[in-house]
């Protein structure tokens, strides 16, 4: 099956870190863009970032919100992807969602998401 | 930054009802606009890209339109599973801005 599967929210301080994982299944995940969208609570969708395929040598975008504090990673060797999150605020609280980007910059696959929590 | 404004916010209707939501770009935006349900607790999934082209898997009932920075999603026969909330989104720009979603209830 095509899917991909989020994992890693939770808890954490304003000011901590945090990484959420992204697996892919049923493609290979290094072939593609991948794409970061988040949702807090009771409110709409937010773009966070990007990672293009490896054939664009994983580069990667952000959103003025978290650039500099976000970094998108990759493990060809897991089929994953990974959102490091550093320097956390309350306002990132959020369900964050992993999603396939045919490199259009639309979003065809979604992960279940994991909530992330940034709470004192 | 593009600014995206959908409309309505909420709408009430009827299974059987034809529907149309708008989503109103602040600048032209060419055919850089997608829409995507949601069912509650569920994540986003893509109905129409590029404006007008029906996504794989996607009922033929859900029909995308534009007219200059004016986009339109139709659904033309509602059925009980219908019932969602619907996103426009802009993939125009680098901030990739979504509408603030309309949320479609049974009457």
């Known amino acids: 099956e095509v899917q991909l599967v989020e994992s890693g929210g939770g808890l954490v301080q304003p000011g901590g870190s945090l990484r959420l994982s992204c697996a892919a299944s049923?493609?290979?995940?290094?072939?593609?863009?991948v794409d970061w969208v988040r949702q807090a609570p009771g409110k709409g969708l937010e773009w966070v970032g990007r990672s293009r395929n490896k054939a664009n040598s994983y580069t990667t975008k952000y959103a003025a919100s978290v650039k500099g504090r976000f970094s998108i990673l990759r493990d060809d060797s897991k089929n994953s992807l990974y959102l490091q999150m550093n320097s956390l605020k309350t306002e990132d609280t959020a369900v964050y969602f992993c999603t396939r980007d045919p490199g259009d910059w639309y979003f065809d696959l979604w992960g279940r998401g994991t909530l992330v929590t940034v709470s004192s | 930054d593009i600014q995206v404004t959908q409309s309505p916010s909420s709408l009430s209707a009827s299974v059987g009802d034809r529907v149309t939501i708008t989503c109103r770009a602040s600048?032209?935006?060419?055919?850089?606009l997608n829409w995507y349900q949601q069912k509650l607790g569920k994540a986003p999934n893509l109905l129409i890209y590029?404006?007008?082209s029906l996504q794989s898997g996607v009922p033929s009932r859900f029909r995308g339109s534009a007219s200059g920075t004016n986009f339109t999603l139709t659904i033309s026969s509602l059925l009980p599973e219908d019932f969602a909330t619907y996103y426009c989104q802009e993939s125009y720009s680098m901030s990739n801005t979504f509408g603030q979603g309309t949320k479609l209830e049974i009457k």
């Open positions: 600048q032209s935006i060419a055919n850089s």
């Open positions: 590029a404006a007008s």
């Open positions: 049923g493609f290979i995940l290094s072939d593609h863009y």
